[in-house]
């Protein structure tokens, strides 16, 4: 089974940026739609940017115009570029499939915080 590995998670100022990787250990190329939810605490996991294989994107209202998300299937990997963070951004981000696989990586833990 492929398993994911997120990093680039940090502690950023509000209006900064991260980006964020998913590396897959298996190949993505299979995978129509691939996602980057979010997690805060008390709540369900959300989608927030989505992928297809295709190139075409949809993002959560929260994030449009804010966070890109790519992939490159080659070396089995997604990224989220996040700009213009706000506070509310704040929580921790994993990568899956959509719909998501029934298992998860340990995720990137964002603070946006002055």
């Known amino acids: 089974q492929v398993q994911f590995v997120e990093s680039g998670g940090g502690l950023v100022q509000p209006g900064g940026s991260l980006r964020l990787s998913c590396a897959a250990s298996g190949s993505i190329s299979r995978m129509p739609v691939m996602g980057w939810y979010q997690q805060t605490p008390g709540k369900q996991r959300e989608l927030v940017a989505a992928?297809?294989?295709?190139?075409?994107?949809n993002y959560a209202d929260s994030v449009k115009g804010r966070f890109t998300i790519s992939r490159d299937n080659a070396e089995h990997t997604v990224y989220l570029q996040m700009n213009s963070l706000k506070p509310e951004d704040t929580a921790v981000y994993y990568c899956?499939?959509?719909?998501?696989?029934?298992?998860w990586g340990q995720g990137a833990q964002v603070t946006v915080s002055s």
């Open positions: 899956n499939t959509y719909p998501p696989l029934g298992f």
């Open positions: 992928i297809a294989n295709g190139g075409i994107t």
